[in-house]
Structures are given as structure tokens and as C-alpha cells.
């Protein structure tokens, strides 16, 4: 479903009123070849305008003994004004978020660079994921603290990028700098495990069976031991 957008503009000091310009969303969702980066191609691709604004712009530019290339040079200017940031409509709702998400990853990368300097295997010896599966610090199968960008670009953070020649989505609602990897002091890890347990005292979290960390809390089984590829 296309969006459409009506403006006025002054072409040599003649009113052109009511130029229709529709913005078609297929070139945006769609790659020109398998693995490539979703793009707009042109500034001009993905747009559409209305003949009696074309008309409306030829008549304004021979009245003053203007050429096709002024015409160009309108309609780009008007399609400029309504995406001055980045390549499509899309992109420009996009932009409060994208704001946001980069502001989250500086201030996630700060944090990070303060936390390690203070973890040792000593300090912090346990790794609990965002699924709550608790590894030792060099568990083969536990994953490291990673930070996701949110994109190079705005268009990479509306449209998604290619990563290892596939295309992934960035932007999303539950979006995260981090991949939620913590490193845990045995106090911190009690702590957690304590509250995460269900109403009934059931486990809410997986023990790797793996490296079999020492969990600083009763463990009456290894029933819920698990090989964990997180």
C-alpha cells in the first residue's frame, strides 16, 4: 500500500497547487538480487506523481523558457523535502527510534568497557544468558557479551543489513543493545536464582550440563541439566 503526499511549490515564481507525489513501499521491502542489501536505487525510485502535477510543472517551466532538466530538478527537490534524512517515507518515521537506539548502544558500550575492566574469573565466575541458562565464565558453550548496533545508517536501521549474505532486520519493539549475557558474582547469581524461582519452588532457569557450574544455592537435582548451545 502506497502513501501520497499533496504540496504546493513555486517553479520561476509561478505557483504550481496540488503536486500529488505517492510514495510506493514495493521498493523498499524487496532486494534486486538475493543477498544484497535492501536500497533505493535512485532518488527517484519507489515515487510516483499525479499527471496534472506534471502538466501544472511543464506549463510553470515554459512560461519562463525552462528545460526537461529544470522538471528533473523540481521533482527531485520536492521528493527531497519529504525525505531529507534518508531514502524513503519509511526511513523518516524511523528516525526517533533511530536516535534513541544509537544513544542506548553508546551508553551500553560505556557500561561494558566499566564492567570489564572490573570482571575477573575470580570475581565473577558464573554466565547466565537471556534464558536464564547459567554457564561457567569459560564454558565452551557459553556465549560472550556482544553489543548489537543498531546500523551504520538509517536506511541499515529501517531496512535491515546484510550480515555473513543475509538479510537481517534490525529495528524491532524489544530491540536491545546488548544480547543479555551477564556475568555473575556468587552473591549476584544467588541473588538471581532466588528470584527467579516459581511460586511452587520449581526451577526457572538451566544448569549446562556442560561445565556443571557449582551453584552457590541448593541444587537437590540434575534432572534439569541440559547440553546448552546458547
Known sequence: MGRTFGMDIVVNDVPVRDLVLTWDLIPTVRSRRRGEPLRVESPADGWGVDVPGVLGLIEAIERTGGGIGQLREVLLGSIDKLV??????????????????LAAYAEAAER?????????????PFVVTRSSAIHLWNCPSSPSEDLVHPGDTLAEWTHGKVID???????????????????MTGEELADWIRSVRGPQGGLNYRRCKRCQPALPVAYTSSAGDVYLND
Open 112 to 124: 561494558m568497557v566499566e564492567r570489564q575492566a572490573s570482571v575477573t574469573p575470580e570475581t565473577h
Open 165 to 183: 549474505g543475509f538479510l537481517v532486520p534490525v529495528r524491532s519493539y524489544d530491540w536491545e543493545p546488548t544480547n543479555e549475557v551477564r556475568r
Open 84 to 101: 531529507p534524512h534518508g531514502c524513503c517515507p519509511d526511513c523518516e518515521e524511523a528516525l526517533p527510534s533511530y536516535k534513541q537506539a
